[in-house]
């Protein structure tokens, strides 16, 4: 039984989707496939229910992602001890503007317990470069938000959280119960600067251009609503500070928490990070 094919088969469990799963491990289908049904026969138990419903794990199914993973994440810390000893003992994670996220904190803990010797270089970015510095090479991996451009990224989704428009308290739209973008297609919204990542800007303007002030900052966007009346959007959950409120709007896909890295990059401190992000978000 192979690692390699172990992270297929979680890979496929977790997605419950072979399609999913074959784009998550750049591969195509078929030998995805043909690796899962290997599988099966080296355990003698079916792991897998395909139907045209989808795909479900079977009770011996559920049992190997179980240990897979713990196997798995051992293989990662082996290989993160040996570059350590190794000489690469350190990794530069960068993160994305407002850092109130309860899953990174259970990331920082859960990475402090399984590599104490590994120094952790934090490198905070704000709202006009969702890849935290990916590109320009200052950082080995990034805990961000997604959409934006993953052109020679890889990249993991982590949550999916929905969003809300940021409105002043006074608004005459702040006591609804919901909004829909129409609702907001004629109001002034905060913008981030030029040269900001296309996808990334589309996605938080609502999806059309926009006329309102630029930021760079979550304090700002906060300031830009609170100051002009402008429109902003935030993942629910997140609390608005005295003379905010947020209502949800339906109608827009929601804002993922995801970890990115170079394409091609084996630094095994890295695909440890990612696993241990995965479990933590998962938590």
């Known amino acids: 039984m192979e690692l390699r094919?172990?992270?297929?088969?979680?890979?496929?469990?977790?997605e419950?989707?072979?399609?999913?799963?074959?784009t998550r491990l750049h591969?195509?289908?078929?030998?995805l496939s043909r690796a899962i049904k290997r599988l099966e026969t080296d355990?003698?138990?079916?792991l897998l229910h395909r139907s045209a419903a989808g795909v479900t794990l079977t009770p011996a199914g559920a049992t190997l992602l179980e240990?897979?993973?713990?196997?798995?994440?051992?293989?990662?810390?082996?290989?993160?001890?040996v570059a350590a000893a190794a000489g690469a003992s350190a990794i530069a994670v960068g993160i994305l503007g407002d850092g109130s996220d309860l899953g990174a904190r259970r990331l920082a803990a859960a990475?402090?317990?399984?590599?104490?010797?590994?120094?952790?270089?934090?490198?905070?970015?704000?709202?006009?470069d969702p890849t935290c510095g990916l590109r320009a090479g200052r950082v080995d991996v990034a805990l961000t938000r997604g959409p934006f451009d993953e052109t020679g990224l890889t990249v993991r989704v982590l949550r999916a959280d929905s969003v809300g428009a940021v409105l002043r308290a006074d608004d005459p739209l702040a006591g609804r119960a919901h909004l829909e973008p129409a609702d907001l297609a004629h109001r002034r919204w905060f913008r981030f600067p030029d040269g900001t990542d296309?996808?990334?800007?589309?996605?938080?303007?609502?999806?059309?251009?926009?006329?309102?002030?630029?930021v760079r900052a979550v304090q700002e966007c906060r300031q830009a609503?609170?100051?002009?009346?402008?429109?902003?959007?935030?993942?629910?959950?997140?609390?608005?500070?005295?003379g905010l409120t947020v209502v949800p709007v339906v109608g827009m896909p929601p804002s993922r928490v995801v970890v990115a890295w170079n394409k091609g990059d084996a630094n095994p401190l890295i695909g440890s990070f990612v696993r241990i992000a995965k479990a933590a978000y998962r938590d």
Request: zero cysteines; aromatic letters at 8%; a negative charge.
């Open 225 to 242: 609503v609170l100051w002009n009346g402008t429109v902003g959007m935030t993942p629910l959950g997140h609390e608005p500070p005295e």
């Open 198 to 214: 296309p996808v990334w800007q589309s996605y938080w303007n609502g999806g059309e251009p926009r006329e309102g002030p630029v």
């Open 16 to 22: 419950l989707h072979f399609g999913r799963a074959a």
């Open 67 to 81: 240990e897979a993973r713990g196997l798995l994440a051992r293989a990662d810390r082996v290989g993160a001890r």
């Open 27 to 31: 591969m195509s289908q078929p030998p």
């Open 111 to 128: 990475y402090r317990r399984h590599h104490p010797d590994v120094e952790v270089h934090v490198r905070e970015t704000d709202l006009t």
């Open 5 to 14: 094919t172990l992270r297929y088969f979680v890979a496929v469990a977790e």
């Open 43 to 46: 355990v003698g138990a079916a």
